[in-house]
């Protein structure tokens, strides 16, 4: 690594200058390269990664581009990192930072926002309204790592210091890259969606965010926790991180079961996390009146909302995008303590030079798949004997 003057560094830490990190080329074809390892400027930390998870916006980003957004336009060919759900090590300091020390151990947010425009300023910043405005005669200073800046698919990245949740001792990395997922469905619950004890909450879809929705809604209180989804396994997870009703709902209709379950009457959230095309009304129809339902799952496509009974029933839509007003804190004391376990939902890990093979098991949920997470140090590359 370049070290100016003003980096602090630490010789228990030996950073080199150059790096593994994969690359996005066209579409769905990924890289591993050596890229030099990235200087930390003014509030902002080096970053040893340690887990990277993979997240299903990691494939639309790989294999469609949006939301990922890089110098105004798509991500391929223009030797951008992707990932975004990372955990490490503090390594080196930017200059004047003393919040951290060399050595912590933090969970990394993906949205820096750029700090001055309206939606930052409410500490909504992973709607920032210069999203992508981080370059040339745009630059206002926004950075979402793994989106519009280099992500966590390398073996050290630069974060602003804002972005980073200090983790317990005892936390496993692999539990750690899981913080933010986890900040994705406290902000849902809670600075969205307003959610206070004693609520009832309908999941439907578990994938990683809809399983962590079904833990993070028991830990605040929420009952009951109705969790819906057509996977067995996945419903036996959300049993045991909280749920008070799971419901395979392959045969059966999804709005009757989750009102029989709360006693006959629409839940006070139904939270949409499957990207089935019609869950969106499934969700409408699932809460009371004046209940409220948070879009979580990205479509591909447009669909048709019944928004007469929206209307009618002074229903309250709302989607949510990542993990504002400090959530990730939250949600790591909740996991601090051990209010449920989020290393339930991880699944595999593979060695970063295996993230082709990762990618597939989470794109096609290979061996039951749910959450993968790679690791640059630590894990054998498949087919090479473990020493
Ligand atoms: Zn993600
Ligand atoms: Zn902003």
């Not at 996945?234 to 419901?247: M, P, S, T, W």
């Amino acid at each position: 690594m370049l070290a100016p003057a003003a980096v602090t560094t630490d010789q228990r830490y030996a950073i080199p200058e150059s790096m593994q990190a994969w690359v996005l080329g066209d579409p769905g074809q990924l890289m591993l390269k050596r890229k030099p390892v990235p200087v930390p400027n003014k509030a902002e930390v080096l970053i040893r990664i340690d887990a990277v998870a993979i997240c299903a916006t990691d494939l639309d980003n790989i294999y469609y581009g949006p939301p990922a957004l890089i110098e105004g336009g798509l991500p391929f060919n223009k030797n951008w990192t992707p990932g975004h759900e990372y955990m490490g090590t503090v390594v080196a300091l930017g200059p004047g930072v003393d919040e951290f020390a060399i050595g912590q151990r933090v969970a990394c947010e993906i949205h820096a926002g750029c700090g001055q425009c309206k939606r930052c300023r409410q500490g909504m910043y992973t709607s920032c309204h210069n999203y992508g405005m981080n370059y040339g005669a745009h630059d206002k200073g926004h950075r979402a790592n793994g989106f519009t800046t280099d992500g966590g698919f390398c073996e050290y990245q630069v974060n602003h210091i804002n972005t980073l949740a200090r983790i317990a001792d005892d936390m496993p990395d692999e539990v750690g890259a899981l913080v933010v997922t986890a900040g994705t469905a406290m902000y849902a619950l809670t600075e969205l969606g307003g959610l206070v004890a004693g609520e009832s909450v309908a999941v439907i879809g578990l994938g990683p965010i809809g399983l962590l929705v079904a833990a993070v809604a028991k830990a605040l209180g929420a009952s009951p926790v109705i969790a819906a989804d057509i996977a067995d396994n996945r419903l036996e997870i959300a049993r045991k991180l909280g749920a008070d009703h799971v419901v395979n709902v392959r045969n059966i209709d999804a709005v009757e079961a989750v009102h029989k379950l709360n006693g006959g009457e629409g839940v006070d959230y139904a939270v949409e996390c499957s990207a089935a095309p019609d869950a969106v009304n499934t969700a409408v129809h699932m809460v009371n009146r004046g209940g409220k339902v948070c879009l979580a799952a990205f479509l591909h496509e447009k669909v048709a909302v019944d928004i007469a009974h929206v209307v009618k029933n002074n229903i309250y839509l709302y989607g949510i995008r990542g993990e504002g007003k400090s959530s990730t804190h939250r949600a790591e004391a909740l996991m601090r303590q051990k209010r449920f376990d989020a290393g339930l939902i991880h699944t595999h890990t593979f060695a970063l030079e295996d993230l082709p093979t990762a990618i597939s098991y989470a794109k096609n949920h290979t061996d039951n798949a749910i959450k993968v997470v790679v690791k640059a140090r630590g894990v054998a590359r498949i087919g090479v004997a473990a020493e």
